[in-house]
């Protein structure tokens, strides 16, 4: 794809929009609303109305499953940058400068994390998954559109009132 480019992905709760802008950089924007999957205990957590500004530093790992069709996981840290709290106009972090230096604090320490990590030789391989072939399925994915029998027995049981 040409410096440029966008692709649009919608997920189930939010859409993904990248734009590729260099040979191995894209521009990413994600938005949606998120929801609690347990109810909040009363009382807990910030009041309604705190915003939160956060650095995501994330692993995006993709498969494509067929032409318009890809398997999306992604892991990594999430830093809070700053926040505002109700009532207030101004951020934990209130000036442009402030929020960039605390970007790159944040930023450092996700490199000395890194650096942290296990030491490795310069020819160890990187782990691969042997792929099926194109366009062949697993039997959960043909019986249970993809959720393992496990998780969809939970389902049927849930349905029916059981554990």
Do not use: C
């Not at 189930?12 to 929009?17: A, L, P």
């Not at 999957?37 to 995501?56: C, D, F, M, Q």
């Not at 942290?116 to 099926?132: D, E, N, R, Y």
């Amino acid at each position: 794809m040409a410096i440029g480019g966008t692709h649009r992905w919608t997920y189930d709760s939010g859409q993904w929009v990248e734009t590729k802008e260099e040979p191995d950089l894209w521009k990413i924007k994600f938005e949606a609303k998120k929801h609690r999957n347990r109810t909040a205990p009363k009382g807990s957590g910030a009041p309604v109305g705190t915003e939160y500004h956060w650095l995501i530093v994330a692993h995006q790992h993709v498969v494509k499953e067929d032409a318009n069709t890809y398997s999306t996981r992604m892991e990594g840290h999430k830093y809070k940058l700053a926040h505002k709290s109700v009532g207030t106009n101004s951020w934990s972090v209130n000036t442009v400068k402030g929020q960039r230096d605390r970007e790159i604090q944040l930023l450092e320490d996700s490199i000395r994390r890194v650096q942290g990590l296990p030491p490795v030789t310069s020819s160890q391989k990187v782990a691969t998954q042997k792929m099926k072939d194109p366009g062949q399925k697993t039997l959960d994915q043909i019986f249970f559109g993809g959720a393992s029998r496990k998780g969809k027995q939970e389902d049927v049981n849930e349905e029916e009132g059981g554990t």
